[in-house]
């Protein structure tokens, strides 16, 4: 199998603006997931899994330039097809950020944006807000290396 990319965050957004039925959405991010990278059996471990997601949830982060300019990326996998969809969301818009951006910016007004409070069931809009969460305490680490 050869790894796909998501696509950037602007065309994710733009698709949904023309996607009016939930079903098709639901098939959107669900095809969004499945362009994610599958992480190392290795990268699936206890240190990388996001607490608070009811389905499985790795996050694996990476860090360049440490410090005030760190520029941060992630890659991500779970065990439930709308979540990894969801994973795939959130990664096209925090991975390749500059920690202090990903700081300062809240993906959880994106998904909001979309109509997935409305749509997701509390427990999975729990997770996703703990994978949002996870991801911004590790820019607030990046930025303190």
């Known amino acids: 199998m050869t790894d796909t990319i998501v696509p950037p965050i602007d065309e994710i957004t733009d698709a949904f603006a023309l ?10 991010v669900i095809e969004l997931g499945k362009q994610l990278p599958a992480l190392r ?71 909001r944006s979309f109509g997935f409070e409305q749509h997701l069931t509390p427990q999975r809009s729990n997770g996703v807000r703990s994978m949002i969460d996870r991801i911004r305490k590790d820019a607030i680490r990046a930025l303190a290396a």
């Open 19 to 28: 996607i009016d039925d939930w079903e098709e959405r639901y098939r959107y």
């Open 41 to 111: 059996p290795d990268q699936r471990n206890e240190d990388n899994r996001v607490r608070g997601c009811a389905s499985n949830v790795w996050l694996v982060t990476h860090v360049r330039d440490p410090g005030p300019d760190a520029v941060v990326s992630f890659e991500g996998e779970s065990d439930a097809h709308i979540v990894k969809g969801l994973v795939a969301v959130t990664l096209a818009y925090y991975s390749g950020q500059r920690a202090r951006w990903i700081v300062d910016h809240d993906a959880f007004d994106l998904f």
